[in-house]
């Protein structure tokens, strides 16, 4: 397990640096002059004195691989540098949005996981029955339906014609309600697909006629079952936790929640490189980490995957 640590963790590495340049070239590759953005979203005359003194302040008059090793540096210790619009650091605007966003996106997973599961096994342990066609045309409503399209019928139906909820913004727990369904909806469908696939499955194999022929319960018998499909779903779980946090854009602009998705798009708008940079490197480096997590702990569980490893 610790020469399959060893390697899984050195084989991320030139994956974070890949990652981190092209954040970071992302700046070149926008047919607007830094200098000029940051003086024009400060209501600044870009002239060329004033587009020249930009470029000193920024660091921009220097050599590419400089400034990138610099970046990188500075990043590393969690200067990601400031903001072209309110010249804060970047890392205190994303620390101020963060809490939110976790927030929405633990509700959002805690829904996923309650109602995949318990949908999931009920369709596998009742195959067939009404229940199970019921709960399958929901699946393919909820595969189909886009995010952005349901989070607006939502807000129609709870908010504008029932008064439910509050169509927007972060205020107590009950305005969590609707982006958290809206946001979970999808994943709930994927999930209750793969549970009830895999409990099928497995309803096949050969300890399932061994565990009968013994006379175990179809209680404890279930309990195997799902037990073994749940452990070929748990690379699909851990790697909807970067998706929960990083998906919240379109979610987050919808309900006007003061999430970092929200700060990403207002960056777009505003071009405030720094702060978009930021942002796709730390989501880059959230997905490249629960993935070795989720391998390490797939393979904590499976044996075989530290041989194949």
């Not at 779980?237 to 998705?261: L, Q, R």
Request: charged share 15%; glycine share 6%.
């Amino acid at each position: 397990m610790r020469t399959y640590l060893l390697r899984r963790v050195l084989t991320i590495i030139p994956i974070l640096i890949g990652i981190s340049f092209l954040a970071f070239i992302l700046i070149n590759f926008s047919p607007s002059d830094p200098a000029e953005v940051a003086l024009r979203v400060n209501e600044i005359t870009p002239t060329p004195e004033a587009i020249a003194g930009m470029r000193a302040e920024l660091g921009l008059d220097r050599p590419f691989f400089i400034r990138y090793a610099d970046w990188l540096t500075a990043s590393l210790q969690g200067d990601f540098g400031r903001s072209f619009v309110n010249k804060k650091p970047v890392l205190e605007e994303i620390s101020r949005a963060l809490p939110a966003t976790l927030l929405l996106s633990a509700a959002a997973l805690t829904i996923t996981v309650v109602l995949s599961v318990t949908a999931g096994v009920l369709c596998a342990i009742y195959e067939g029955s009404l229940g199970d066609r019921l709960i399958r045309a929901f699946v393919f409503w909820g595969t189909a339906m886009p995010s952005f399209w349901a989070g607006l019928l939502f807000i129609w139906l709870f908010a504008v014609k029932l008064d439910l909820f509050p169509t927007s913004g972060m205020n107590g727990p009950v305005s969590i309600v609707l982006p958290a369904v809206t946001m979970a909806l999808t994943y709930i469908s994927v999930y209750i697909r793969l549970i009830r696939n895999n409990m099928i499955q497995n309803k096949q194999e050969n300890y399932v006629l061994y565990a009968r022929a013994r006379g175990l319960s179809k209680q404890l018998i279930n309990q195997h079952i799902l037990k073994n499909s749940l452990q070929s779903s748990l690379t699909a779980f851990g790697m909807s936790i970067p998706k929960f946090i990083a998906g919240t854009v379109i979610i987050e602009n919808i309900f006007a929640w003061p999430g970092i998705g929200r700060l990403c798009v207002t960056a777009i708008f505003n071009r405030d490189y720094p702060v978009i940079q930021a942002y796709i490197l730390l989501m880059a480096v959230l997905f490249v980490v629960c993935n070795l997590l989720v391998d390490i702990v797939s393979a904590w569980i499976d044996p075989r995957l530290r041989q194949e490893g």
